[in-house]
Structure formats: structure tokens, C-alpha cells
């Protein structure tokens, strides 16, 4: 009987272990997703902190200027200033509140068109024409690059090198002439993170650029046989095929051909002579030349242009219209001069380009006097 009872006992506890060990395998899926998942804040990325770098933007990328130099520039840039006078005038019209500083001092022209508050900025000087760049003073204020736009020299790598080894600020070079400003204005846009802006001049640009190529096909080869005069006696002329002559090249038929064109803005310095045997039909005198005395002047009364009566006198304000230097402000020039030649090829409203451009440009809505005082010289017939 006991045996009996003894067995019976075993079989009970046996089947309550089967019972016991079939909920456990039951259980099994359930109970392995909690252990995984304890395992994983192991591994997780919220429990790891990224450097800062990785988890942003980089702080420089590597930029190919347009003289083919790789430069290491940073992706966020508040503060510039230009290598020279030609890069802040272009500057000027995307990013003047990045000027940490000025490469050429505002003089009585700007007076009225640039603000008061930047001719208050510190003057560093220019790498080019005086060279007299202070880089102690440009250190002080931390700019975090140096732009150089326009003409690539035959020194301009070695030049951009020696500056930025110079300096220790990275400096880039941008080329600009009249058929690649648009382009120009779109890289400092890249660069500078203001596309919509550089979108903006580049479309001026090319609007104005375009058609003036477009008219002069239509001119061919009768354009106007003409020079471009300057200094205070007269006597210098911009060279045709130079750098600086590039405007009154495209829209004249420049008669100052030299055997070495300057690549200054004061020109070739040549004699009453030769003026007299290239004689031209019509002249532009640069601000501040012999305009208002030229028709006094005995020499002067047989040149043809003098005795005809037609030449003008090129606006400025606050930039010369024609150049010097020769940056974005020659578009003004393309409107004006060119319609002032040809006007029969001509159907656009000079006076509403000429306000257009000063308001995008610099800013600046012109006054009626301003626009009066600014062309009192500039046509032939009003």
C-alpha cells in the first residue's frame, strides 16, 4: 500500500515539472525580446556623442580659384575685405556688411551714393598698384578671407601665395572681365551665402552684356573712331587691346594703339602730335581731364571730335563709368555709351537702367538732381 502511495506521489510531482517546464518554453519568445533590448544601450548611438564637427557641416571646404589654386576656406563667412580698389566695388554690391575694412578710401565721389558708415572702416591698402598693403592692421580685425576679382596677371599665383603666406588669412582669386562678371557674381554668391543676390547682378549683367554684343553686330564695322583721354594735360590715352580700354575696345574703334599698352589705369602718356594724326571723330575725357577747356585750346581746336563738338566727358560718381578700375561699374558705361553712339540701335530706357543699377548695385536710389548732376556732361544731345 505504501509502495502504492509512494508512486503515486512521484507521478504528481513529475507532471506538475512537465507543466512548469512546457510555460516556460511558452514564454521563451516573449522573454528574449527584453534581453536583447537590455543589451542594446551597450551600442546605441544616443549614448555616444559625436564630435561637433562631424555632426555639423565641416568648417572649411577646399575652393579651386580661377587661377587654379586650391584654397581651404571656411563654409561660414562674415567678415572679407578686397586685395584692391577693382575687388571692392564688385564686392560692395553682394556683401558690403562683410567689409571688415577697405582696400581704397571713399573719396568726395562716393559722398552721397555709399553710406556714411563705411568710409568710417579701417583702410588696409591694396596688394596691387601702390602695394602698400598693412598686414598688421588687417590682422587686427580678424578677417576670415581676402578676395581678389578681376584681371589674372602673369604673376597672380605667385602674388596670391606671397599674400596669403603674407597674411596667413586664406586669399582667393576671381577672374571678371565684361563677358564673365555674371559668372563672377555667382561663385562670390556660392562662396559668400548670398545666391539669391549673386543671382541677382549676374542676371544684370548678363541682361546688359548681351544686348551690347548683340548691337554692336548690328554696328560692325562702323563703329565710331574714337579715344578715350585722360590726365590733367591731355595726354594720356587708354591703349586699345589693354586691360583697362576693355569697354571703349568693345564699343569703339579705339584709335590708341601703342606698341606696349599700360596695364594702369592712367594710361599711356603720348604727345599732342600723335593725337593730332590719329584724329579722332569723337573723344570721352576721363573726370578730371581738359573737358571744360579743351575747346579753348588752340592745339586742341583742329583735333575733329573738338571742332565738331563731339565729345563728352565720362559721369563718375562714385565710380568713373568707364573704369579705373575697370570693375562692375563699366556696365553703367555699357548703357550709357553705348546708346549715346548708336542710339538707332537702341529701344531701352538709358535713364531707368542707369537708376536700376544704383539701386542694385549700391543701394542707392537716385534723386533726379543726383542723376542730372551725375550725366551734366555725358551726352552730346539730351
Known amino acids: 500500500m505504501k509502495k502504492r502511495i509512494i508512486s503515486l506521489l512521484l507521478a504528481f510531482v513529475m507532471v506538475i515539472g512537465l507543466t512548469a517546464c512546457a510555460g516556460n ?27 561637433e564637427e562631424t555632426q555639423n557641416a565641416p568648417a572649411t571646404i577646399t575652393f579651386t ?9 571656411p563654409t561660414d563667412i562674415t567678415r572679407v575685405v578686397s586685395s584692391g580698389p577693382l575687388s571692392q566695388i564688385v564686392l560692395f554690391a553682394i556683401a558690403p556688411e562683410m567689409f571688415v575694412g577697405l582696400a581704397a578710401e571713399y573719396g568726395d565721389s562716393a559722398k552721397g551714393f555709399i553710406p556714411e558708415e563705411y568710409f568710417d572702416l579701417p583702410y588696409f591698402g591694396q596688394l596691387y598698384g601702390s602695394a602698400n ?42 577672374e571678371a572681365s565684361l563677358a564673365t562678371m555674371p559668372d563672377a557674381y555667382r561663385k562670390l554668391g ?14 544684370f549683367c548678363e541682361k546688359v552684356y548681351n544686348r551690347t554684343v548683340s548691337i554692336m553686330d548690328q554696328v560692325g564695322d562702323n563703329k565710331v573712331n574714337a579715344l578715350y583721354i585722360l590726365g590733367e594735360e591731355g ?9 583697362h580700354a576693355e569697354l ?11 606698341d606696349n599698352p599700360a596695364g594702369k589705369g592712367s594710361g599711356n602718356e603720348v604727345t599732342m602730335e600723335q593725337i593730332a594724326l590719329w584724329n579722332p571723330d569723337f573723344i570721352l575725357f576721363a573726370p578730371g581731364s581738359i573737358y571744360d577747356t579743351v575747346a579753348e585750346q588752340d592745339a586742341w581746336k583742329e583735333i575733329t571730335a573738338v571742332k565738331n563738338s563731339n565729345y563728352i566727358e565720362v559721369p563718375e560718381g562714385p565710380h568713373n563709368w568707364m573704369g579705373t578700375p575697370p570693375a562692375v561699374q563699366r556696365y553703367l558705361g555699357l548703357i550709357w555709351l553705348t546708346a549715346e553712339l548708336y542710339p538707332e540701335f537702341c529701344d ?14 549700391y543701394g542707392c536710389t537716385l534723386t533726379e538732381e543726383q542723376y542730372d548732376a551725375l550725366t551734366a556732361n555725358a551726352f552730346i544731345n539730351k
Open 65 to 73: 580659384d580661377d587661377c587654379g589654386r586650391e584654397v581651404e576656406i
Open 235 to 243: 595726354l594720356n590715352v587708354l591703349a586699345n587691346g589693354s586691360y
Open 190 to 203: 556660392s562662396i559668400l551665402g548670398k545666391e539669391e543676390k549673386g543671382e541677382e547682378l549676374a542676371q
Open 133 to 174: 598693403l598693412n598686414v598688421e592692421e588687417l590682422a587686427a580685425v580678424n578677417p576670415q578671407l581676402i578676395i581678389d576679382i578681376g584681371e589674372a596677371k602673369k604673376s597672380i599665383v605667385e602674388d596670391m601665395d606671397d599674400l596669403e603666406a603674407q597674411t596667413q588669412i586664406p586669399s582667393i582669386h576671381i
Open 348 to 361: 531701352y530706357d538709358v535713364k531707368a537702367e542707369i537708376m536700376e543699377y544704383y539701386e542694385l548695385f
Open 25 to 51: 518554453k511558452a514564454e521563451t519568445p516573449a522573454s528574449s525580446t527584453p534581453v536583447q533590448e537590455a543589451a542594446q544601450p551597450q551600442t546605441s548611438e544616443p549614448q555616444v556623442t559625436e564630435p
Open 248 to 258: 571703349i575696345d568693345l564699343l569703339t574703334n579705339n584709335l590708341a594703339v601703342v
